[in-house]
């Protein structure tokens, strides 16, 4: 680079600087001196963005530098109800002073009252209809290991000459990170390392009603199918696609398991996302969706304190006895009451009311940002305050979402991805009207910083300025 391109460089890289309102942190902040501290000693299975998050308060987390943001990713749709919220806390506190934990081989009083008001909130709310019993865990991948774990037992029972094992999914999916879950995830890149996967597991594409006659079959035990896709782009189910589903698990005598540990508790705007019949960004109705034999949940259900559980039919429990599955720390009273809390707010009308109108007010933004900056957005994905934004890959192969990632997060704004190059827009479900309309301003910014003229609205230009920030979702940690 000759010295006049880099005085260019430079300056332009000053200004810029200058004109952001946290930009990261440099080598020799805290920030940097405590990061390079630790890292050493983690092992090294995430990305993460240079910030570190010292405090979060409702839609507001606040880095190490005090600097804060408006944080659109709600933990990855975990913090529902938002950051460091009064009563949850205060759950926790008072619950720390009575129990934290007494182990499975007792009663106490809080893991049950989870397990029926799970059931009965379920029926309340209109969602899987034959929910009769809960296995209570502490995590999503324990979720659905306990209900691949089900649906093999399921089987056995039905034909025990043990041909009945298989478990079907889907692409895109993804289901978690231990060896089950993990073999539910028919991603090669993340299966490779970790070969050979459990037997037994098969894939399918999502939404092809066609090839499901032939994937379905009398060796299928279960079916684990995500009704809204989240790390695989926020891609919606067909209604077409779910009944189908439902009506040949029935013919097959295989179960229907639901995973909506990241589409449901209150996301989509009811409580599961196969209660609703709004067919979301497409505005089409869609009915009564099919309901499930086994549903699987975490992540909003103890915003932020680790608890996951498994909702099963009657017939499904009738196949589970003692001892053929079990957990240490899950259904513990913390979590357990903890999750109580949440989950009474995450069904109030008023929470639900939220959630459809900030998802309105955010798909307005989208479609403007979409005419604004034509060719940006390609499709507009989702339901509820459960959103995916496509965008294209660049010719030489840059990711534009992993740009606007870096650009927002520089002007306030955290977003992460999703899928192949799709912004995911998953804001605790208590965002109002007033951060949306920030929030979403701040990514038009960061829109104009990477599809616009080469200059933001400070006049500051953003040729080769806006890296690409690697990471920003659970199967997109490569380094």
């Known amino acids: 680079m000759t010295p006049r391109r880099l005085l260019t460089y430079l300056s332009r890289h000053l200004q810029r600087e200058a004109s952001l309102r946290t930009p990261d942190p440099p080598s020799d902040s805290q920030t940097a001196t405590m990061t390079s501290s630790h890292t050493p000693y983690m092992v090294p299975t995430y990305v993460r963005p240079p910030p570190v998050f010292v405090k979060g308060e409702g839609c507001r987390l606040w880095d190490l530098e005090n600097r804060i943001y408006l944080d659109f990713t709600a933990g990855i749709a975990v913090n529902a109800l938002g950051h460091s919220d009064p009563g949850v806390a205060g759950v926790l506190s008072a619950q720390a002073k009575t129990m934290v934990h007494c182990s499975n081989l007792y009663h106490n009083p809080w893991t049950g009252l989870l397990s029926k008001e799970l059931v009965q909130k379920t029926h309340e709310a209109g969602g899987m209809r034959d929910a009769a019993r809960a296995f209570i865990c502490n995590s999503g991948s324990e979720a659905n290991e306990a209900a691949i774990k089900f649906a093999r037992k399921f ?184 999750a109580q809390h949440v989950l009474a707010r995450l069904t109030s009308d008023e929470l639900r009311d939220n959630v459809q109108a900030r998802s309105a007010q955010i798909l307005s933004h989208l479609h403007r940002l979409s005419e604004r900056f034509p060719g940006a957005i390609t499709e507009i994905r989702g339901r509820g305050l459960i959103i995916g934004a496509q965008l294209p890959m660049h010719e030489d192969g840059s990711d534009y979402a992993a740009k606007v990632v870096t650009a927002a997060r520089e002007r306030g704004l955290l977003i992460i991805t999703c899928g192949k190059g799709a912004l995911r827009v998953v804001p605790p479900l208590v965002v109002s009207e007033e951060e949306v309309e920030e929030g979403m301003g701040v990514l038009g910014e960061a829109f104009e910083s990477v599809f616009g003229n080469g200059h933001d609205r400070h006049g500051v230009s953003s040729e080769g300025a806006v890296g690409e920030t690697k990471g920003q979702q659970e199967m997109g940690t490569s380094r």
């Not at 399918?204 to 032939?214: C, G, I, P, Q, R």
């Open 155 to 338: 089987g056995s029972q039905k034909d025990s000459s043990g041909q009945k094992h298989k478990i079907l999914s889907f692409q895109e999916s993804f289901h978690g990170r231990t060896m089950g879950a993990l073999s539910a995830t028919p991603n090669p890149k993340y299966q490779a390392p970790f070969a050979p996967m459990l037997a037994g597991f098969s894939y399918s594409d999502y939404n092809d009603v066609a090839a499901l006659e032939e994937n379905i079959t009398e060796e299928t035990c279960g079916v684990l199918v995500e009704p809204i896709q989240g790390e695989g782009g926020v891609n919606v189910a067909t209604p077409t696609f779910l009944h189908t589903l439902r009506r040949r698990c029935d013919e097959v005598g295989a179960l229907l398991i639901f995973d909506e540990i990241q589409c449901g508790l209150g996301r989509t705007g009811t409580l599961w996302a196969h209660c609703s019949s709004d067919g979301g960004v497409s505005g089409e109705k869609t009915g009564d969706l099919p309901h499930p034999d086994v549903l699987t949940t975490a992540k909003a259900l103890g915003n932020g304190f680790p608890i996951g559980a498994v909702l099963v039919t009657q017939r499904v429990s009738d196949a589970i006895t003692t001892g053929d599955h079990g957990t240490t720390f899950g259904g513990n009273p913390m979590g357990a009451r903890a």
